[in-house]
């Protein structure tokens, strides 16, 4: 028995762009997430309001007061945005609070502002367990968080005694970022 080769089971040649073309691409995006990544877990970053007043707010703490940027003028601030379930943010929980207990007598003031985190009962276990001293801020509508173009959490905003936003860090706070955040808006720690 014979075979018979049909003219259309050849395959037409490729060109070399429609063949590398697509992996090219593929890799272009892959090095650019991967930046993306490095620049997010190395911390310290520039962030779009270093730089510029920190956008006003005016929020609830947990105990049903409130609280305004406002009223913390004339004082360096350190806004870190956190939530209950947030692995990193229990690991900086500790840091923050040694930081407020520390330097609170110094003028510095230690704000946290709770990011879609819904469950009150978790966020009031979280500042229990870690014996958070300094004031947690609710934002259920995330106008506050969406205002200092927070994607996610923790995120640390430092700012100087003026308003201005002088540091920014996002992922978990170990001493020495938040050493380097501080010296942004001349708290020495």
């Not at 609170?104 to 014996?131: C, H, M, P, R, T």
Request: include cysteine.
């Amino acid at each position: 028995m014979t075979s018979k080769t049909d003219s259309n089971s050849i395959p037409a040649p490729v060109s070399p762009l429609r063949r590398f073309l697509p992996p090219v691409i593929a890799a272009a995006l892959v090095v650019a997430l991967g930046f993306g990544l490095f620049r997010s877990s190395n911390g310290q970053v520039g962030g779009p309001l270093v730089g510029k007043p920190a956008p006003a707010f005016t929020l609830q703490t947990l105990d049903g007061g409130t609280l305004s940027l406002a009223s913390l003028k004339g004082k360096p601030l350190v806004l870190n945005f956190w939530a209950s379930w947030c692995v990193p943010c229990r690991d900086e929980a500790p840091v923050l609070r040694d930081l407020s207990e520390k330097q609170s007598a110094n003028g510095l003031a230690v704000v946290g502002v709770v990011f879609s985190d819904k469950n009150i009962k978790a966020v009031n276990a979280f500042v229990q367990e870690y014996a958070l001293a300094y004031p947690s801020l609710l934002d259920p509508k995330l106008n506050t968080s969406i205002a200092y173009g927070v994607s996610g959490v923790p995120e640390t905003f430092f700012i100087d005694k003026a308003g201005i936003v002088r540091g920014y860090d996002q992922g978990g706070l170990t001493r020495e970022r938040l050493t380097a955040g501080l010296s942004k808006i001349g708290v020495v720690y």
